[in-house]
Nanobody, 121 residues
Framework: QVQLVESGGGLVQPGGSLRLSCAASGSIFSMDGMGWYRQAPGKQRELVATFTSSGSINYADSVKGRFTISRDNAKNTVYLQMNSLKPEDTAVYYC???????????????WGQGTQVTVSS
């Protein structure tokens, strides 16, 4: 069974920082495109930052220069360092990866359970 487990959300004041972590576990044959999305109340889920299949990184324009995505391949873990947080960054943050488990014919999308990030004074 494959799962993605996030941690690191919480309440922070504007201008503050948080670091999110997402660990993938289970019977993983291959994993690609690991990254972060977020969904604010009343809005659609949107890309925050992700690694592409070629290893490059895509950031949403709204977080460029403030957020940094990184990964530890040995631990199947991706991180999101969020600095200079703004109230508009408030959302549930979801980890995503395209994973092919062992003994499964093709890769599918996996999502974490989400972690709440609230930026407020």
């Amino acid at each position: 069974q494959v799962q993605l487990v996030e941690s690191g959300g919480g309440l922070v004041q504007p201008g503050g920082s948080l670091r999110l972590s997402c660990a993938a576990s289970g019977s993983i044959f291959s994993m690609d495109g690991m990254g972060w999305y977020r969904q604010a109340p009343g809005k659609q889920r949107e890309l925050v930052a992700t690694f592409t299949s070629s290893g490059s990184i895509n950031y949403a324009d709204s977080v460029k220069g403030r957020f940094t995505i990184s990964r530890d391949n040995a631990k199947n873990t991706v991180y999101l360092q969020m600095n200079s947080l703004k109230p508009e960054d408030t959302a549930v943050y979801y980890c995503h990866a395209l994973i092919k488990p062992y003994f499964v014919s093709r890769a599918t999308d996996y999502w974490g359970q989400g972690t709440q990030v609230t930026v407020s004074s």
